[in-house]
């Protein structure tokens, strides 16, 4: 079963911040965040992962909670093209154990 | 750089036939994952690959599901024979697997419909 928490749904403007929330209040200490997300008919997409600290690449932003419970995952400007399934998922640290996928939440964003 | 491939995209076969689904993973990449998304489900883990040797084959649903990587290259998926329950999208994913390089990249996926 997956160990996180996340919204349904959400619909964010384009050109507006989406902020999506996940809660994984169980993550162990050697436990990453990782997010994934699935645009119709394609296979899902990695999107970013992180420890503890917050985390930045092309895509998209992490930010994760001192206390390690929860996460946001940031697309700054989003557009149509990110109307997708969005997937928190928590993994060990080094392992390659297998991801386990919830039912996300899915993202629609609006003209 | 290629990403990983699956053949076919979609495959459309009747009730008790067999059907082979592949993937090519990224090259060098040790780790090979199977998924399986049934319709309204959540994807599903079915089983993993270390280079030739399966590491975990707890997603497996029944014993008319056969996975091999032979040489650690490839991997096929094979069914037989296939029930209805058995249509949905298969996933393919390879992880290169070394330090913090751990995200597993996937495949367009397999459409398999039972009819």
């Known amino acids: 079963d997956a160990k996180t928490t996340q919204p349904p749904s959400m619909d964010c403007a384009e050109g507006r911040a989406a902020n999506l929330p996940c809660n994984h209040s169980?993550?162990?200490?050697?436990?990453?965040v990782y997010w994934y997300r699935q645009i119709h008919s394609q296979g899902p997409q990695y999107i970013i992962h992180?420890?503890?600290n917050n985390e930045t690449n092309e895509m998209a932003s992490l930010i994760i909670t001192e206390d390690r419970k929860s996460s946001t995952l940031i697309l700054p400007h989003a557009t149509l093209r990110d109307t997708a399934v969005y997937y928190c998922i928590v993994r060990v640290v080094g392992g390659n154990t297998p991801l386990v996928f919830g039912k996300g939440t899915r993202l629609s964003v609006i003209a | 750089e290629a990403g990983v491939t699956q053949f076919p995209s979609h495959s459309v076969i009747e009730k008790g036939q067999t059907v082979t689904l592949r993937c090519d993973p990224i090259?060098?990449?040790?780790?090979l994952y199977w998924y399986r998304r049934v319709m309204g489900k959540e994807i599903k883990f079915l089983l993993h690959f270390v280079k030739e040797s399966k590491q975990d084959e707890s997603g497996m649903p029944n014993n008319r599901f056969l996975a091999e990587r032979t040489g650690g290259t490839y991997s096929t998926l094979k069914v037989q024979p296939a029930e209805l329950e058995d249509s949905g999208v298969y996933f393919c994913a390879s992880s290169q697997g070394l330090g913090v390089r751990t995200e597993a990249f996937f495949g367009q996926g397999t459409r398999l419909t039972v009819v």
């Open positions: 090259s060098g990449h040790d780790n």
């Open positions: 169980t993550i162990s200490g050697n436990e990453y």
């Open positions: 992180g420890l503890k």
